[in-house]
């Protein structure tokens, strides 16, 4: 096993979302040994199945998916609900993981985003045998992409998956 997706495909993903969708400029920020994502936070993610079986994880501070909601919503970001920031945290991980995903081996289909309120921190290696992690930062708190391949049996998802269905 390897992750066959380098760390710029990350970079270039996550930027083509944050700037062109929400005109939010999040840095990379390089990894020296771990990332780390604080208390709090909002997890996003889809599995991956068929010749590349994984999941793609995003996870941002509670600040941060705040704003990005804001922009993405068009609200005062007073008025956005938990409700609000975990669907936009869904559309995140969608966004930037189906960008990721065309780099990938094909054939690979996407479950559905899911997404979580985690209260634990979590720190991981920026990169393992089976695993990349790229960190960015914006005025607003942190983020990390975590493209992870799995095993086709870990790997096993729900049956709901993004499919094509011609007109």
Sequence with gaps: MGVHVDEESVIKANAQFWEQMLA????????ETEVC????????YVHLSGTWNGKIEVRLTDKLALSATAAM?????????????LDA???I???????IKSALPRPCSMTVPESAV???SLCVPGRTENTLTV???HADGEMMVRVWEQEADAAAAPALTETFQPA
């Design 24 to 31: 939010m400029t999040l840095e990379h920020v390089p990894v």
């Design 37 to 44: 994502v604080g208390e709090r936070h909002l997890l996003g």
């Design 73 to 85: 919503l068009m609200m005062p970001i007073e008025t956005v609900a938990e409700a609000d920031t």
């Design 89 to 91: 945290t869904k559309e």
């Design 93 to 99: 991980a969608n966004m930037v993981a189906g960008t």
């Design 118 to 120: 985690e209260a634990d």
């Design 135 to 137: 960190a960015f930062r």
